[in-house]
Nanobody, 120 residues
């Protein structure tokens, strides 16, 4: 079993920065992709950034040039650096880890979510 623990959310003023962390524990063997998603009140959950193991990183248009996804290979932890934050970035942010199973399927794991509020 794999467990994801998120941290780093909070309240920040417009134009500020936050870094979210997602620490994975358990049987983290073969990573297909890792990513960050967010869900604002009354909205559907949406992709923010996704880093596949074998192809290019993808960002939502709304965060390109402001957010960066990265990974610490030694710690099974990945991050979302968020700069130049805007009020519309306010949401609950979720990390997601996709792992290959021995049979070649993909198993998805989600973090518990962390609130990011951008407000003056």
């Amino acid at each position: 079993q794999v467990h994801l623990v998120e941290s780093g959310g909070g309240l920040v003023q417009p134009g500020g920065s936050l870094r979210l962390s997602c620490a994975a524990s358990g049987m983290v063997l073969s990573i297909n992709a890792m990513g960050w998603y967010r869900q604002a009140p009354g909205q559907q959950r949406e992709l923010v950034a996704r880093m596949p193991s074998r192809s290019s990183t993808v960002y939502a248009d709304s965060v390109k040039g402001r957010f960066t996804i990265s990974r610490d290979f030694g710690k099974n932890t990945f991050y979302l650096q968020m700069n130049k934050l805007k009020a519309e970035d306010t949401a609950v942010y979720y990390c997601k880890l996709d792992l290959w199973t021995p049979l070649g399927a993909v198993q998805e794991y989600w973090g518990q979510g962390t609130q990011v509020t951008v407000s003056s």
